[in-house]
């Protein structure tokens, strides 16, 4: 009996990118090529990504990654790095039906039409951060997510990427300025504590460990 291999297929969407002026969108496209070039070749995550991410359409990117373990990371390193536009982030566990290639363009599977499916669901349940293989409290957990994410402002949803990768590590461009005095008040405001919490809770579910 041939052993089910199982990979996540990630899939990126800007909300609203057709609402952008063209100077915006152009901008938009330009930072995300260089984005990508640095996501493909980060150390931490070269060895973990199966399949290349690459711009599928638009405003949109997709890759593959061999298992769970770089999914928050990389989510929030998208968020951090472009973060002048909303992200929805679908993530999708299961096997694929091709071989593996050095873009994730060149690669499909049940994994994919999973990732695909969420993406539009979350479009239209205004979730940000979506999956599907996964455990089912996970779900419960991105809505939570979803629900922080729209309760906050631009700037403290910028900042929140910011706290979220503080302790890995990634080194971190478009820092937000800001005093260590004011990002105190800002986590106090935040509920930092309990956001950190409840982040850790998901992780937690995310997390699951492969075996080839």
Same mark, same amino acid.
């Given at each position: 009996?041939?052993?089910?291999?199982?990979?996540?297929?990630?899939?990126?969407?800007?909300?609203?990118? /057709?609402?952008?002026?063209?100077?915006?969108?152009?901008?938009?496209?330009?930072?995300?090529?260089?984005?990508?070039?640095?996501?493909?070749?980060?150390?931490?995550?070269?060895?973990?990504?199966?399949?290349?991410?690459?711009?599928?359409?638009?405003?949109?990117?997709?890759?593959?990654?061999?298992?769970?373990?770089? =999914?928050?990371?990389?989510?929030?390193?998208?968020?951090?790095?472009?973060?002048?536009?909303?992200?929805?982030?679908?993530?999708? /566990?299961?096997?694929?039906?091709?071989?593996?290639?050095?873009?994730?363009?060149?690669?499909?599977?049940?994994?994919?039409?999973?990732?695909?499916?969420?993406?539009?669901?979350?479009?239209?349940? /205004?979730?940000?951060?979506?999956?599907?293989?996964?455990?089912?409290?996970?779900?419960?957990?991105?809505?939570?997510?979803?629900?922080?994410?729209?309760?906050?402002?631009?700037?403290?949803?910028?900042?929140?990427?910011?706290?979220?990768?503080?302790?890995?590590?990634?080194?971190?461009?478009?820092?937000?300025? =800001?005093?260590?005095?004011?990002?105190?008040?800002?986590?106090?405001?935040?509920?930092?504590?309990?956001?950190?919490?409840?982040?850790?809770?998901?992780?937690?579910?995310?997390?699951?460990?492969?075996? /080839?």
């Amino acid at each position: 009996m041939t052993k089910t291999v199982n990979y996540v297929a990630v899939i990126a969407d800007v909300i609203a990118s /057709r609402a952008l002026p063209p100077p915006a969108r152009a901008r938009l496209q330009t930072q995300l090529q260089a984005a990508l070039k640095d996501l493909n070749k980060h150390r931490a995550w070269r060895p973990a990504i199966a399949a290349g991410f690459a711009i599928s359409g638009g405003d949109e990117l997709e890759g593959l990654l061999r298992d769970t373990t770089h =999914v928050w990371e990389i989510a929030h390193w998208l968020r951090h790095t472009l973060p002048d536009v909303d992200w929805i982030i679908a993530c999708a /566990r299961g096997p694929i039906s091709t071989a593996l290639a050095t873009s994730a363009l060149e690669v499909d599977g049940p994994c994919f039409h999973a990732a695909r499916a969420a993406l539009v669901e979350a479009k239209k349940t /205004r979730q940000v951060f979506i999956f599907r293989g996964f455990p089912p409290a996970v779900d419960a957990l991105a809505e939570y997510y979803a629900s922080l994410y729209w309760s906050w402002t631009p700037r403290q949803r910028r900042q929140a990427s910011a706290f979220r990768l503080e302790h890995a590590d990634l080194a971190l461009g478009n820092r937000v300025n =800001v005093h260590p005095t004011a990002i105190s008040h800002m986590k106090r405001r935040m509920a930092w504590p309990l956001v950190a919490a409840g982040d850790s809770m998901f992780r937690a579910a995310i997390a699951i460990r492969e075996t /080839r």
